[in-house]
């Protein structure tokens, strides 16, 4: 197995030290070490119930491990109540489903911590809002509801909208495993934006494309384990594991 996903990294955004969690008799993570560096993009793969999205979710303690460490920015999580709030508020999370509030126009949807938690006042919020909907290219639909969005635009407003609380790192859940191949094309190059402008990112997806040009490190997930860390370039052309050969196939 190569190591990458070990080494101790003192920049590191987010660290997993010998992460294990259980549902009931089911191991879900099984002994999870894995650093993600300041900047870094890493991209999860690997089959349907592999553990990706508790991965995610154990990040800001939406799950709680049964045992081992995690670390985000250097300090361990905080167990509950306003610190926990607070934390949560600093990691930016965009899933499958979106998670817009659909009662509240994209420009709300997008100030609305900003003003809550980080208590920015309006016209500051505003500003922020307006300069990230016009990168991700939704500026127009400041004002319309996310109903009359089309999927793709909806996804790139809850990316503004993560983008607006400064997070420490963004965690992509499948992002556009539900949208039409047009709107993934338009997420993904925002994505790769993002990935750019030296954004921290864990995205899992199946987008291999994406894998390949915007990661910095490739993690293959099975059964709950990593197993195997690697560049792309080594990931996609000498995958180590026969589990992630044949995985490749399966998805070519
Ligand atoms: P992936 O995202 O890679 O498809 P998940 O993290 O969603 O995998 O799930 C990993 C395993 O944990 C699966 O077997 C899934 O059925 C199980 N699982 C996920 N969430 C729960 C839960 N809340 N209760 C019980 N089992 C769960
Ligand atoms: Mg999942």
């Known amino acids: 197995m190569k190591d990458a996903g070990q080494t101790q990294n003192k920049n590191a955004i987010v660290e997993f030290r010998g992460v294990w969690k259980r549902f009931g008799a089911l191991e879900v993570l099984k002994d999870i070490n894995l650093s993600v560096g300041r900047g870094e993009v890493v991209v999860i793969i690997g089959p349907s119930g592999a553990g990706k999205s508790t991965l995610c979710r154990t990040i800001n303690r939406l799950e709680i491990i049964d045992q081992g460490e995690i670390f985000v920015d250097g300090k361990p999580q905080p167990v509950e109540g306003k610190e926990l709030y607070k934390f949560r508020a600093g990691i930016g999370m965009v899933f499958q489903s979106f998670n817009l509030f659909s009662h509240k126009t994209i420009l709300d949807n997008v100030t609305l911590a900003p003003r809550k938690?980080?208590?920015?006042?309006?016209?500051?919020?505003?500003?922020?809002?307006?300069?990230?909907?016009?990168?991700?290219?939704?500026?127009?639909?400041?004002?319309?509801?996310?109903?009359?969005?089309?999927?793709?635009?909806?996804?790139?407003?809850?990316?503004?909208?993560?983008?607006?609380?400064?997070?420490?790192?963004?965690?992509?859940?499948?992002?556009?495993?539900?949208?039409?191949?047009?709107?993934?094309?338009?997420?993904?190059?925002?994505?790769?934006?993002?990935?750019?402008?030296?954004?921290?990112?864990?995205?899992?997806?199946h987008e291999m494309s994406f894998a390949r040009s915007c990661a910095d490190r490739v993690v293959f997930m099975a059964d709950g384990a990593i197993v195997e860390t690697a560049s792309p370039d080594a990931f996609f052309t000498e995958p180590e594991s026969e589990r992630a050969r044949s995985f490749l196939a399966s998805v070519r």
């Open 117 to 205: 938690i980080l208590g920015q006042d309006k016209a500051v919020a505003q500003d922020t809002a307006y300069r990230l909907l016009d990168m991700v290219g939704i500026r127009s639909k400041a004002d319309a509801m996310p109903a009359q969005l089309s999927g793709g635009q909806r996804q790139r407003a809850a990316i503004a909208r993560a983008l607006a609380m400064d997070p420490k790192v963004i965690l992509f859940d499948e992002p556009t495993s539900a949208l039409d191949p047009e709107s993934t094309q338009d997420v993904l190059a925002t994505m790769q934006q993002l990935a750019g402008q030296g954004t921290t990112m864990i995205v899992v997806t």
